[in-house]
């Protein structure tokens, strides 16, 4: 790495990642401003990441490549370690498969220097294929600049998830903002729960240009995970869903075969997040009302948490009395395909 600070830290978390890597990395190394450092945290690849990441690291001294023990630990685990090591003024998360135009730290860096309010700037999102062509113009817009912090607050724990895609997770963020608070947890949906966070420390800077690119393809988590993952051996989630995806056992490997409450963590996170805030008590208020709102709609979610561990706990006593092998009832788990 070269001396002195840099103003901008880029965090990229990386496992397997050879198809996309080197058109991935020559858009951020092809960014007109260039006072950046790039951290590329490898999460025990196995293909030729690797190889990629070194020859791009003795290529230019803004890169710095830092394996891991072979061991896969896990996404949250990657993505956290990638900030822990930031040193920049500024930081953001980069997908090891996603584009960036040329400008886009350019404009976020001017943004955010104009604009002390702003705790992050994020450009508009184009959504890209496999060739890189455009698929789609996201337009999902919330209220997210709004001066309210209860406002900010209230619109990303009420968005549709389905809809939204959370790619703010991926601005130009204040380190000092982000650091303010727990690190990005390791279970479902925890962009959403740093979102949410941030918006209390801040207001969100939209760049209205289309700047970020996000690629869509079949490898995607979501898309290419098993439908088992989160569900266990539960037959009812095949009605009832599973909750957020991907599962907490792909965020956190050492969950796998664990009951977890995927819906209650999230709530239990909103509901810690205004305390973490410097804002009024009227803020903090009506920033609880809201999440008392939000709790009253969920509970639907809730009670299918709640139904899922029943039914893991009920099988597993089967198990007991069966005297089945752990073995052989993990196995159950591939036979029973979930509607999500």
Not at 87 to 111: H, I, N, Q, S
Not at 250 to 274: A, H, N, Q, T
Not at 275 to 283: L, N, R
Request: with cysteine; proline share 7%; aromatic share 10%.
């Amino acid at each position: 790495m070269p001396h002195g600070t840099p103003r901008v830290s880029l965090g990229m978390p990386v496992y397997n990642a050879q198809r996309f890597l080197r058109e991935v990395l020559d858009s951020i190394l092809a960014q007109t401003f260039g006072d950046f450092e790039l951290i590329i945290s490898d999460n025990g690849s196995t293909d030729a990441t690797e190889v990629i990441c070194r020859e791009y690291a003795a290529r230019d001294p803004r890169v710095a490549y830092y394996p891991n023990d072979r061991t896969n630990h896990g996404p949250g685990w990657n993505y956290n370690r990638t900030e822990m090591l930031a040193r920049g003024e500024y930081f953001k998360w980069t997908a090891a498969d996603d584009l960036l135009a040329p400008t886009m730290l350019e404009k976020c860096v001017a943004a955010l220097d104009a604009d002390p309010g702003a705790v992050m700037a994020w450009p508009q999102t184009r959504v890209i294929d496999e060739d890189s062509k455009p698929l789609r113009d996201i337009s999902f817009s919330l209220a997210t600049d709004s001066p309210s912090p209860v406002r900010r607050f209230a619109s990303l724990i009420n968005v549709k998830h389905r809809r939204h895609g959370a790619f703010e997770i991926f601005s130009l963020i204040r380190v000092k903002a982000l650091r303010s608070f727990p690190r990005k947890g390791s279970y479902a949906r925890a962009d959403s729960v740093v979102l949410a966070r941030l918006s209390l420390f801040g207001r969100f800077h939209l760049v209205r240009e289309y700047l970020f690119l996000n690629r869509d393809h079949r490898g995607r988590s979501v898309r290419s995970l098993p439908a088992r993952l989160g569900r266990g051996r539960s037959r009812l989630s095949k009605y009832i869903g599973v909750g957020p995806i991907p599962a907490t056992e792909w965020w956190d490997p050492s969950k796998k075969g664990k009951i977890v409450f995927p819906e209650w963590r999230i709530l239990k996170e909103y509901w810690r997040s205004p305390g973490m805030a410097q804002i009024s008590v009227a803020e903090k208020l009506g920033c609880y009302l809201r999440l008392v709102g939000f709790t009253l709609k969920i509970v639907p979610k809730l009670i299918r948490d709640l139904v899922i561990a029943a039914e893991e706990l009920f099988w597993r006593f089967t198990d007991v009395f069966a005297g089945k092998p752990p073995e052989l009832a993990e196995a159950d788990n591939l036979h029973h395909p979930t509607v999500i």
